[in-house]
């Protein structure tokens, strides 16, 4: 089974710095996906960055960026020029892409980020 | 993008009784779907896997005949709570997984449930 760990319970960084979120993962298998999900006090799920295992590039969407380190199966998140508006829970999540299951997730603990202006 | 719409989005109801929320794939077919249950500052904990056309897929703890879970069609699954307990008072969240050709597969999330039981 996946297990996902995110060691930090909360954090907090101060607006236009950078903040970086941790997320490590234990699985046996070798394709997979990682995401990190965003949730607002407003409890929407949101979709910050997706990362697939096959993938060497990190990926990156405008200020998210993520350091994918699959030998060590690490996958932590960058905030640069944090926002007030980024304050929220953060989620790493694993998923393996089988037909039979596809979708089914394991999910981290979330990281509670506050930005402070 | 793809959007996983969830409905009702609050819903109170009375000890003992039922309730249904719904969860539908507007822009894409979902044979699976995923129901979570998340208490306040915690984690999504997976309920179930809803699979179109047969039984759904209950983890260890959940109690089947009190979630009842029917996928009848690609894009529809619901959830019904029965005989509501004050317990049972929650947020309540779906996912669905599209497949893309060129980006693999992502979950989108539906905008959740609140459900009180008084």
């Known amino acids: 089974a996946q297990t996902v760990t995110q060691s930090q319970p909360e954090m907090s960084v101060q607006e236009a710095e950078t903040v970086t979120l941790s997320c490590t993962y234990d699985?046996?298998?070798?394709?997979?996906?990682l995401f990190w999900y965003k949730q607002p006090p407003s409890r929407q799920m949101i979709l910050v960055i997706r990362?697939?295992?096959?993938?060497?590039q990190n990926a990156t969407e405008n200020r998210f960026s993520v350091n994918f380190q699959k030998a060590a199966k690490s996958f932590s998140l960058k905030i640069s020029d944090s926002q007030l508006g980024d304050t929220a829970m953060y989620f790493c999540?694993?998923?393996?892409?089988?037909?039979?299951?596809?979708?089914?997730?394991?999910f981290g603990d979330g990281t509670t980020l506050t930005v402070k202006p | 993008g793809a959007v996983v719409s969830q409905h009702p989005s609050w819903v109170i109801c009375k000890s003992g009784t039922s309730v249904k929320i719904e969860c539908r794939s507007l822009?894409?077919?979902?044979?699976?779907m995923f129901w979570y249950r998340q208490f306040p500052k915690q984690s999504l904990m997976l309920m179930a896997t809803?699979?179109?056309?047969?039984?759904?897929?209950?983890e260890q703890g959940v109690e089947k005949d009190k979630f009842l879970i029917n996928h009848a069609s690609l894009t529809l699954s619901t959830l019904t709570v029965t005989s509501a307990h004050p317990e049972d008072s929650s947020f309540y969240i779906c996912?669905?997984?599209?497949?893309?050709?060129?980006?693999?597969?992502?979950?989108?999330f539906g905008e959740g449930s609140w459900l009180t039981v008084v």
């Open positions: 996912s669905a997984s599209k497949q893309d050709s060129r980006s693999g597969n992502t979950i989108y």
């Open positions: 699985t046996s298998e070798n394709n997979y996906y």
């Open positions: 990362q697939e295992a096959y993938k060497q």
């Open positions: 999540a694993f998923m393996k892409p089988l037909f039979a299951n596809a979708g089914k997730s394991t």
């Open positions: 822009d894409f077919q979902a044979t699976t």
């Open positions: 809803s699979n179109e056309g047969s039984k759904a897929t209950y």
